[in-house]
C-alpha cells in the first residue's frame, strides 16, 4: 500500500487525471459566473424572455392555455416591468397559448416549483459539460477533454446564451449536447462490445425532446435515428445491439409523444404549431410559410428566395465568428476528424461519422440563412451591443458538432499551437465580455 502511494504521489502534475477534471469543472463555474453577471435588462428587451417566463408560472400551475382575462392581466404585469407579451397567441376564441416550443417551460417546471427556475440553464450546461467532456476523453484523452469545456464555456454564444434565462436559446443547444454525448457514447460502447441500452435510450430521449424546445430540431433527431439504423444495420445483429436500437426508439418516441400530446390538449390537433397563430408572417425562401391565420399566403418568387439566401451567406461570417470563434478550429477539423493511425501505429477510429456531423451542421445552417427575418437581423450592424446574439441565438443548436471537430483539429495540432490559440481564445473572450458589461 505504502508503495502504491508513493508512486501515485510521484506522477507528474500534468499526468493526474484530477488536474484536468477541476480545470473543466472550473471552466464550467465560470461561465455560470459570467453569465449571472450580465445585465439582465438588456437581455430583456425583446419579447421573447417575457413570453417563456409568462409560460413557465402558467406551465408550473397546470394553465396549459389561459383565458382574455388572464391573458390581459399577463400584459399588464409585464408592461409594468418593462416589458411586452407579444408572444402568446389566440388560438380559439377566448384561449391563449405559447406560441413557442413547450420543450424549455416544461424543463423548467420541478425549478419552478422550487423557485429556482432562473437556474434551469445551469442545471443543463453542468449536465452537457459532464456528457461531454467524458466522451472527449473516450475519444482523445482527459487533456483535450478539459480544452473543449473552455471552448465550450468560454464560447461567447455560450455565455450570452446561459445568461438568458428566460429563453429557450441555450436549451435549443444544450439538450442537443446531452443527447448527442449520450449517442456518441453509445456507440463507443458498441465498439468496445459492451452496449448500453441506457445510453442510447437517454440519446433518443433527448433528441427527441430537443424538437420539443426548438421544431427546427426535428431535422437533427431524425438524423441521428437514421444514422443509428444504418449503423445497427451494418453490425452483426446481435441481441444487445438490437436492443439498443429499440431503446433509442422508445425514448425518442417518448419525447415526441409529449409534443404530439401537447399539441393535441392546447391547439386541437397533434400535428399543429403555435407559429400557425401568429400575429406575424413567418417565411423562408423556399419552404412553408406561416402565421396571419385567415390571411393569403404569398410565396417569395424564385429569383428572389435564392438573392435573399446568397445575402444572408455574405453577411452573416461576421456574426458567426464573434459568437462561435471555434469555428475557426471546426470548419478545419472537419477534413481532419477521420480514421487514421497514431504514432504508435494503433488505428484509430472516430465515434461519431464526420457526415452525420456535417448533416447535423447543415440541418441547423439551411433553415435559417433561408429565413427572411433573418435578413432583417443581417441590415444591423453585428459589433453593435448585443446585434451579433440576434443572429447566433438562432444557430446554438450546432454547437455539439462544432465542439467535436473542433477537438479533432485540436488533437491534430502541436502542443505549442494548440496552448496558443486557447490562450488566444480565452483572452478574446474574456475582452469580449467585458465590452459588454
Given amino acids: 500500500?505504502?508503495?502504491?502511494?508513493?508512486?501515485?504521489?510521484?506522477?507528474?502534475l500534468f499526468q493526474r487525471p484530477i488536474l484536468y477534471r477541476v480545470l473543466a469543472g472550473l471552466a464550467v463555474v465560470l461561465s455560470i459566473v459570467l453569465a449571472a453577471r450580465l445585465p439582465q435588462q438588456r437581455l430583456m428587451r425583446a419579447p421573447d424572455p417575457w413570453a417563456y417566463k409568462f409560460a413557465i408560472q402558467n406551465l408550473a400551475q397546470g394553465r396549459w392555455t389561459i383565458s382574455d382575462q388572464e391573458m390581459s392581466a399577463g400584459r399588464m404585469q409585464t408592461r409594468l416591468q418593462g416589458g411586452q407579451l407579444t408572444q402568446y397567441v389566440l388560438v380559439s376564441p377566448h384561449r391563449w397559448a405559447l406560441e413557442k416550443g413547450p420543450g424549455f417551460p416544461l424543463l423548467a417546471i420541478p425549478f419552478q416549483w422550487l423557485g429556482l427556475a432562473h437556474l434551469t440553464n445551469a442545471a443543463l450546461v453542468v449536465i452537457a459539460a459532464l456528457l461531454l467532456y467524458i466522451l472527449i476523453a473516450r475519444q482523445y484523452s482527459e487533456p483535450l477533454a478539459a480544452a473543449v469545456m473552455v471552448l465550450f464555456s468560454l464560447a461567447p454564444m455560450s455565455w450570452l446564451a446561459l445568461s438568458t434565462v428566460w429563453m429557450d436559446t441555450f436549451a435549443s443547444g444544450a439538450v442537443l449536447v446531452i443527447g448527442g454525448s449520450c449517442y456518441g457514447l453509445y456507440l463507443y460502447s458498441i465498439n468496445q462490445d459492451r452496449p448500453r441500452a441506457v445510453l442510447a435510450f437517454f440519446a433518443g430521449l433527448m433528441l427527441g425532446w430537443s424538437v420539443l424546445v426548438r421544431l427546427s430540431n426535428l431535422p437533427i433527431a431524425l438524423l441521428c435515428g437514421l444514422h443509428l439504423l444504418w449503423h445497427t444495420w451494418r453490425r452483426p445483429h446481435t441481441r444487445s445491439t438490437l436492443r439498443g436500437l429499440l431503446t433509442f426508439l422508445v425514448g425518442m418516441a417518448l419525447a415526441l409523444s409529449a409534443l404530439i400530446i401537447y399539441n393535441q390538449t392546447v391547439f386541437g390537433n397533434p400535428l399543429s404549431v403555435g407559429y400557425a397563430y401568429s400575429l406575424y408572417r413567418i417565411t423562408f425562401a423556399f419552404g412553408p410559410v406561416m402565421g396571419k391565420p385567415n390571411v393569403p399566403v404569398v410565396a417569395l418568387d424564385p429569383v428572389v428566395g435564392a438573392k435573399l439566401i446568397v445575402d444572408n451567406l455574405t453577411r452573416i461570417i461576421q456574426p458567426w465568428l464573434i459568437g462561435?470563434?471555434?469555428?475557426?478550429?471546426?470548419?478545419?477539423?472537419?477534413?481532419?476528424?477521420?480514421?487514421?493511425?497514431?504514432?504508435?501505429?494503433?488505428?484509430?477510429?472516430?465515434?461519431?461519422?464526420?457526415?452525420?456531423?456535417?448533416?447535423w451542421?447543415?440541418?441547423?445552417?439551411?433553415?435559417?440563412?433561408?429565413?427572411?427575418?433573418?435578413?432583417?437581423l443581417l441590415a444591423q450592424s453585428a459589433n453593435r451591443e448585443l446585434r451579433f446574439f440576434e443572429v447566433d441565438r438562432y444557430f446554438f443548436a450546432w454547437i455539439f458538432p462544432m465542439l467535436v471537430l473542433a477537438s479533432a483539429m485540436l488533437a491534430r495540432l502541436p502542443r505549442w499551437a494548440a496552448l496558443s490559440f486557447m490562450a488566444v481564445y480565452t483572452v478574446g473572450a474574456v475582452w469580449l465580455y467585458t465590452r459588454l458589461l
Avoid: C, K
Avoid at 361 to 376: C, D, N, Q
Fill in 361 to 376: 451542421l447543415l440541418a441547423v445552417l439551411v433553415p435559417y440563412v433561408s429565413f427572411l427575418w433573418m435578413g432583417e
Fill in 1 to 12: 500500500m505504502s508503495r502504491l502511494s508513493t508512486r501515485i504521489d510521484q506522477t507528474p
Fill in 324 to 359: 462561435f470563434p471555434l469555428l475557426l478550429l471546426a470548419v478545419p477539423g472537419w477534413f481532419v476528424y477521420r480514421q487514421r493511425r497514431s504514432s504508435a501505429g494503433v488505428r484509430f477510429s472516430p465515434i461519431l461519422s464526420r457526415w452525420l456531423l456535417l448533416g
